[in-house]
């Protein structure tokens, strides 16, 4: 059994081109992809699973437990179960990123007013 599924069946969010929630599909995972303009991004949140970011293209200064770094295309980025982090777009190009959602649906706790 398998199941291919087309765009329109994955909404679009404020911050993501494209949201899928595998609980629908028997899948384990959920993703996130976005395309941010330089300044944008999710403030600070936290998820009860861990949350695997992938960047494609662009850079990310991110917050992850407190501490800032700049993850740029082909950085990988595992944030652990629980961890309160954010991120925005830096530079002069659109960020290109997947955020994997290790759970069958994305559960956020938002822990600042910015989303």
């Known amino acids: 059994m398998y199941h291919m599924v ?8 404020a911050l993501a081109a494209v949201a899928f929630e595998g609980e629908r599909y028997g ?11 330089p300044g944008k991004g999710p403030g600070l949140h936290r998820h009860p699973y861990p949350e695997t970011c992938i960047v494609l293209a662009g850079r990310a200064e991110m917050v ?6 700049v993850a740029s295309a082909g950085d990988t980025v595992v944030i652990a179960t629980g961890t309160p982090h954010a991120f925005v777009a830096i530079g002069d190009e ?14 956020i706790e938002w822990l600042s007013e910015q989303h």
């Open 27 to 37: 899948a384990g995972v959920s993703y996130f992809r976005g395309e941010l303009p």
């Open 94 to 107: 659109p960020l290109a990123m997947v955020a994997v959602h290790a759970s069958d649906r994305i559960v």
């Open 6 to 13: 087309n765009p329109s069946e994955r909404p679009a969010g």
């Open 64 to 69: 992850v437990d407190g501490e800032r770094l």
